[in-house]
T-cell receptor, first 112, second 115 residues
Framework: EAQVTQNPRYLITVTGKKLTVTCSQN?????MSWYRQDPGLGLRQIYY???????DKGDVPEGYKVSRKEKRNFPLILESPSPNQTSLYFC???????????FGQGTRLTVV | GESVGLHLPTLSVQEGDNSIINCAYS??????FIWYKQESGKGPQFIID?????DKRQGQRVTVLLNKTVKHLSLQIAATQPGDSAVYFC??????????????FGKGTKLSVKP
C-alpha cells in the first residue's frame, strides 16, 4: 500500500530536549516536505527536499532542521524545542514539485 | 503578502444536497490548484486538481471550477453524504514548473453533513 508513515503520532516533551520526528514514504517520490498545522493559520511549509541531499527552507523554518540521506526518509529535527512549536505536523511526498502530495497521518507535538 | 483564503469557515448541508465550497486566491501567477479533504485525526487527502489553462474539471461526485478573472476557485460536491464531513482546503502552487512546489494552503472550510 502506498503511504507516508510518520512516527510518533503523539509526543509530549519538555523545552530544550532534542527530538526527531521520522517520515518514510514507499512510493519512490523525489519530493518530500514538512508542514505544521495550527488553528487559524492552516498548513504552512517548514522545509522541503527536492531529492537526496537537497533540502531548502519553506515558509516557517526557524527552530527546525531536516536531512535527506535516503530517498524514502525525511526526518524533522527539533534541536531545542520551545512551546511555540506545539503543533500538528505533517510530512508529505510527491513525484515532483507541484503535483499531488500524499500526506502522512500527522504527529501531534506538545512542548511544555 | 499573497495568500489563498476561503470565503466561509463553516458550511452545513443536508444529506443528499449539493455542497459548494469557495476559495479566493490572490497570486495571479499561480497555475495549479488542488483541493484537499482532511478528516478528523487524519492527514489531508487529495480530491481533485486543476491547471490554470482549464476552467472546469470533474471527478467522481466532485467538480472544481476556476475563474481566473476574479481569482476564484470552488469545489462542488454532488449528493453530499455523511462521509463527506471534513475540512476542505484549497491549495495553490505559484509558478508551477519553476517553483519549489510549495503548496500554499487556505485556512480551510469545515463541511458538516446533517442526516
Amino acid at each position: 500500500e502506498a503511504q507516508v508513515t510518520q512516527n510518533p503520532r503523539y509526543l509530549i516533551t519538555v523545552t530544550g530536549k532534542k527530538l526527531t520526528v521520522t517520515c518514510s514514504q514507499n512510493m519512490n517520490h523525489e519530493y518530500m516536505s514538512w508542514y505544521r498545522q495550527d488553528p487559524g493559520l492552516g498548513l504552512r511549509q517548514i522545509y522541503y527536499s527536492m531529492n537526496v541531499e537537497v533540502t531548502d527552507k519553506g515558509d516557517v523554518p526557524e527552530g527546525y532542521k531536516v536531512s535527506r540521506k535516503e530517498k524514502r526518509n525525511f526526518p524533522l529535527i527539533l534541536e531545542s524545542p520551545s512551546p511555540n512549536q506545539t503543533s500538528l505536523y505533517f510530512c508529505a511526498s510527491s513525484f515532483y514539485p507541484g503535483t499531488e502530495a500524499f500526506f502522512g497521518q500527522g504527529t501531534r507535538l506538545t512542548v511544555v | 503578502g499573497e495568500s489563498v483564503g476561503l470565503h466561509l469557515p463553516t458550511l452545513s448541508v443536508q444529506e443528499g444536497d449539493n455542497s459548494i465550497i469557495n476559495c479566493a486566491y490572490s497570486n495571479s501567477a499561480s497555475d495549479y490548484f488542488i483541493w484537499y479533504k482532511q478528516e478528523s485525526g487524519k492527514g489531508p487527502q487529495f480530491i481533485i486538481d486543476i491547471r490554470s489553462n482549464m476552467d472546469k474539471r470533474q471527478g467522481q461526485r466532485v467538480t472544481v471550477l476556476l475563474n481566473k478573472t476574479v481569482k476564484h476557485l470552488s469545489l462542488q460536491i454532488a449528493a453530499t453524504q455523511p462521509g463527506d464531513s471534513a475540512v476542505y482546503f484549497c491549495a495553490e502552487i505559484p509558478n508551477y514548473g519553476g517553483s519549489q512546489g510549495n503548496l500554499i494552503f487556505g485556512k480551510g472550510t469545515k463541511l458538516s453533513v446533517k442526516p
